[in-house]
DNA sequence: TCTTATGCTTGATATTTATCAATTATATGG
DNA sequence: CCATATAATTGATAAATATCAAGCATAAGA
């Protein structure tokens, strides 16, 4: 693995207080690979080999149960995923496909909870890392069982908005069909949602939102950080 | 607090590791309180002063939304909650109320945050706790997303016989309104779902459930262990 | 440019789930 | 033991969501 990448990886706050020469060591025993769009990187109920780091591209999280099929998260670089499944030397509970061309540095799962167990740093950073999404799972959980499919979407275009500057109009990064399953609804539903959202000042055109009235759309949507924060 | 409770606390493997002293300190600055049935504890949104462990009696963790709410987790003896928000020092996501009279260990944030930076056992049950605990919430948001109220009954009957050591007959521990919620759904639909369910071999009078086709229940039920396993 | 594949939308309909209202059980306190 | 409150069930209906079947865009390849 070329160690240009190292700088990258290191600014992950998961890496970024480990001590030199351990950090060093993960990346020797590590390697980047390519993959084209589409490719199943990770099969639920694999055992967790490798940590995984994208670089670059765009993968999903997706998990399979009787023939239906539901995404579950988005990851976007520069970002680990599966760490709780490495540290508990545990099988995948969540499928991975690359949505788009992706990079990906894989890190063996046993060089991890090795250096887990010998460096302090390493093993508080994975705490405040595993303590964000285990509270980032609970808001999606919330979100689930407390709002309907419109509300929903209407929550998610607000919080898309304000990770990509607040803007009145932005783009969706993902295509409907996914966006769809990723909110718990059929595409077909997520169209209607879309219109249905139209009276609160929601303006569809492709891929393209714009937020015609966000006062009337917050009313709606009625946000909460304590479910759709990205610091609580 | 009484030392007579410390071997209890000691127990959970999130303490057990512990060095003597530094538990010892925990302790210290512990204290116990005894609550009567349905009193809200924590409510969502506050600052997590305190590290809970209840130690006998049950405790619902729930969220409210808009005017509605909805049941997401039961603790049971003896366990420890809220430890991600502790960790990080953020507010409480849930809610918890006691579901009986319930004797319950308060241990002040500070300190647990003070014993995770020094001691390096400790820092490590709380990543194997933190862990655990993210793959159980990504397993309730499998069964929510994938399956229909039926379904997501079915295979709560089943988790629920297995964990209470498998006969064919057994009680619910909840009352069936806070069941009901927990698996997202209405009271009503409870209902209907049992009645629903006894084609498949389920008989339901009162709390006492009695599955009188495993297999057939199996059949429909489709458990799986990526979303019901306990250990996975 | 045309062709074709793919994703998205729309309408009609079915299914699932929720709501409302009433009734029946079950438990609790006097 | 009765009176009363609370929980659970049932039936009727409404709302939300999914499914099925076309139809329309959009983009990629011939």
Redesign the interface.
């Known amino acids: 693995m070329p160690d240009s990448l190292h700088p990258e990886i290191r600014r992950l706050h998961l890496f970024s207080d480990m001590a030199e020469d351990r950090f060093a060591a993960l990346m020797r025993g590590a390697y980047v690979q390519n993959f084209p769009p589409q490719i199943e990187l990770i099969t639920?109920?694999d055992s967790s080999d490798f940590l995984h780091v994208l670089i670059s591209g765009a993968v999903d999280l997706f998990?399979?149960?009787?023939g239906?099929?539901?995404s579950?998260a988005t990851v976007r670089p520069v970002s680990t995923f599966i760490?709780?499944?490495t540290?508990?030397d545990?099988?995948y509970?969540?499928s991975a496909r690359t949505m788009e061309k992706s990079r990906i540095v894989l890190i063996p799962s046993q060089d991890v909870r090795s250096a887990?167990?010998e460096d302090?740093q390493f093993?508080?950073a994975?705490?405040?890392e595993?303590?964000?999404?285990?509270?980032s799972?609970?808001?999606?959980?919330?979100d689930?069982?407390?709002?309907s499919s419109l509300e929903r979407l209407a929550n998610y275009l607000l919080r898309h908005q304000a990770r990509n500057g607040g803007d009145a109009a932005f783009e969706l990064e993902t295509d409907k069909r996914r966006l769809a399953s990723y909110l718990?609804m059929t595409p077909e539903n997520l169209s209607r949602a879309f219109r249905g959202l139209g009276p609160y000042g929601v303006a569809v055109e492709g891929n393209r939102i714009t937020i015609t009235d966000q006062t009337d759309l917050e009313g709606f949507a009625?946000p909460?950080p304590?479910?759709d924060g990205d610091?609580?």
């Open positions: 639920e109920g998990a399979r149960w009787n239906r099929e539901s579950l760490l709780a499944a540290i508990r545990q099988p509970l969540m887990f167990e302090v093993a508080r994975i705490v405040a595993l303590a964000q999404r285990y509270r799972t609970i808001k999606m959980q919330k689930l069982k407390l709002r718990g009625k909460d304590l479910i610091l609580t």
